[in-house]
Nanobody, 124 residues
């Protein structure tokens, strides 16, 4: 059974950077597409970025293009989300999710496995 654990969240000032990690256990991530999503209370979960199983294809929400970078290290069974030039609107709980496909888009319903989330707060 695939289990995902996010880490790296925290409190950061506007303009700062954070790198989130999504570590998998139980199954190799090699055959899974991964997505990062975020949610704030009262709003729907939003797709932030996704990456194909090989790492060769990525996609970003318009709101984070040019500021966030998704990557993966299949040897370490880990996916990363590097976030820079952070804004208060980036605040939320960030989740990673997996689906046993080569690639999946930024629709949460397509993903089968979810981590517990890590809080990111951007505030001065």
């Amino acid at each position: 059974q695939l289990q995902l654990v996010e880490s790296g969240g925290g409190l950061v000032q506007p303009g700062g950077s954070l790198t989130l990690s999504c570590a998998a256990s139980g199954v190799t991530l090699t055959y899974y597409a991964i997505g990062w999503f975020r949610q704030v209370p009262g709003k729907e979960r939003e797709g932030v970025s996704c990456i194909s199983s090989s790492g060769g294809r990525t996609k970003y929400a318009d709101s984070v293009k040019g500021r966030f970078t998704i990557s993966r290290d299949n040897a370490k069974n880990t996916v990363y989300l590097q976030m820079s030039s952070l804004k208060p609107d980036d605040t939320g709980v960030y989740y990673c999710a997996a689906v046993a496909l080569d690639y999946s888009d930024l629709l949460s319903d397509e993903y089968d496995y979810w981590g517990q989330g890590t809080q990111v707060t951007v505030s001065s």
